[in-house]
Nanobody, 124 residues
Framework: DVQLQASGGGLVATGGSLRLSCVYS????????IAWFRQAPGKEREGVSC????????YYEDSVKGRFTISSDRAGSAVYLQMNSLKPEDTAVYYC?????????????????WGKGTQVTVSS
């Protein structure tokens, strides 16, 4: 049974940092890549970052490049999203998901399993 659980959200001031965790079970990173998405109020869900299953290549949405870092812990069945220099526009519910390919997941394709989200709020 595939499961993903995101955690680590919270309230932080502009410029602060948070580390999100996605703990997964029922599959390995050889089976799926893991992507982070976010959805702000009134906006569509968007891809934020992804770590590929085959070679651990990483992908980032342009607005988070240089500020967010995705990493994987295969032994611990977890993927992390370190978020630094947070901005109010980063405020959203963040979700992790098991995806077929990082390159297509940001466009909504091949997202097979979703975890429940975690709220990130950045105060101005």
């Amino acid at each position: 049974d595939v499961q993903l659980q995101a955690s680590g959200g919270g309230l932080v001031a502009t410029g602060g940092s948070l580390r999100l965790s996605c703990v997964y079970s029922g599959f390995t990173l050889d089976d799926y890549a893991i992507a982070w998405f976010r959805q702000a109020p009134g906006k569509e869900r968007e891809g934020v970052s992804c770590v590929a299953s085959v070679n651990d290549d990483t992908y980032y949405e342009d607005s988070v490049k240089g500020r967010f870092t995705i990493s994987s812990d295969r032994a611990g069945s977890a993927v992390y999203l370190q978020m630094n220099s947070l901005k109010p526009e980063d405020t959203a519910v963040y979700y992790c998901a098991a995806v077929i390919l990082c390159s297509t997941s940001f466009h909504g394709y091949g997202v097979d399993h979703w975890g429940k989200g975690t709220q990130v709020t950045v105060s101005s």
